[in-house]
């Protein structure tokens, strides 16, 4: 995992995603040659909103969907973790349900209507990808 100290992960993932502003509270990636993945994270309240950008599904192993969860709770202290995604985009909506992540129905922003998911910290024990300890 690399943690982005000047803003390079960040403006990598804006670059392919530019929905994604704000200022960042974390930022990390994970890469072989090239990035491969690029995580932004913005905590708003006690929610943390994660945006993430891979090029390929290499980067999504169990630690490091483990990694990604403890950085919401553990370092930034979240209650929850949420993400936006388009209805339209079927392939990574079948994987944040599968991840194990609850479906919240619908948020409108700047006229784009996404579907709203959320994994709440109790919810870690139950799924097969964690492999840390959350408490």
């Known amino acids: 995992?690399?943690?982005?100290?000047?803003?390079?992960?960040?403006?990598?993932?804006?670059?392919?995603?530019?929905?994604?502003?704000g200022f960042p509270d974390l930022c990390f990636g994970w890469k072989d040659r090239n990035m491969v993945c690029g995580v932004v994270?913005?905590?708003?309240?006690d929610e943390a909103h994660v945006s993430v950008y891979a090029k390929n599904p290499k980067w999504c192993t169990k630690k490091n969907l483990t990694l990604m969860?403890?950085?919401?709770?553990?370092?930034?202290k979240a209650k929850k973790i949420c993400c936006l995604t388009s209805e339209t985009n079927a392939r990574v909506n079948k994987f944040l349900d599968g991840l194990g992540l609850n479906?919240?129905?619908?948020?409108?922003?700047s006229g784009k209507e996404w579907l709203v998911w959320s994994l709440l910290p109790e919810m870690l024990k139950e799924?097969?990808?964690?492999?840390?300890r959350h408490g």
Do not use: F
Request: glycine share 6%; hydrophobic share 30%.
């Open 41 to 45: 994270v913005e905590k708003r309240d």
């Open 69 to 76: 969860a403890d950085s919401c709770y553990k370092i930034l």
């Open 103 to 109: 479906r919240d129905g619908k948020q409108t922003i």
């Open 127 to 132: 799924q097969k990808w964690y492999k840390g």
């Open 1 to 21: 995992m690399i943690v982005d100290t000047n803003n390079g992960i960040y403006n990598w993932v804006r670059k392919h995603l530019p929905e994604v502003n």
